[in-house]
């Protein structure tokens, strides 16, 4: 049986990779943390209005409007799963809501 210290230990050593796993997500974002949010957001309306016409056209007009590039967005969300609008909101925003 692990003793007290054990225990400690290995819940610090958790901590510690859970902390790193986050960091790691957040480098990955291809635009800033408050800004994925919003763009949830957008999808989420947008889809509840128009529908999803299998591309990734509302996030390439949210990233214009935005100001940010394109390219990096599409290849980061089909690193999750992400190839269409309604799947970058089913598939990527709860994998990323909690950082």
């Known amino acids: ?8 230990r290995r819940k610090a050593l958790q901590n510690q990779l859970n ?8 480098a990955s974002l291809p635009m800033p943390k408050e800004k ?3 763009y949830f957001d957008y999808l989420d309306q947008e889809l509840t209005e128009h ?15 935005e100001g940010l590039a394109f ?8 690193d999750y ?10 598939n990527v925003e709860e994998q990323f809501e909690h950082l």
């Open 71 to 78: 390219e990096p967005i599409k290849l980061w969300l089909s």
């Open 36 to 38: 994925l949010a919003v």
């Open 1 to 8: 049986m692990p003793s007290q210290e054990d225990k400690q």
């Open 51 to 65: 529908g999803c016409d299998d591309t990734l056209h509302l996030t390439k007009q949210f990233a214009e409007a």
């Open 19 to 26: 902390e790193e796993a986050k960091a790691s997500k957040l």
């Open 81 to 90: 799963g992400g190839y269409c609008d309604c799947e970058a909101l089913a």
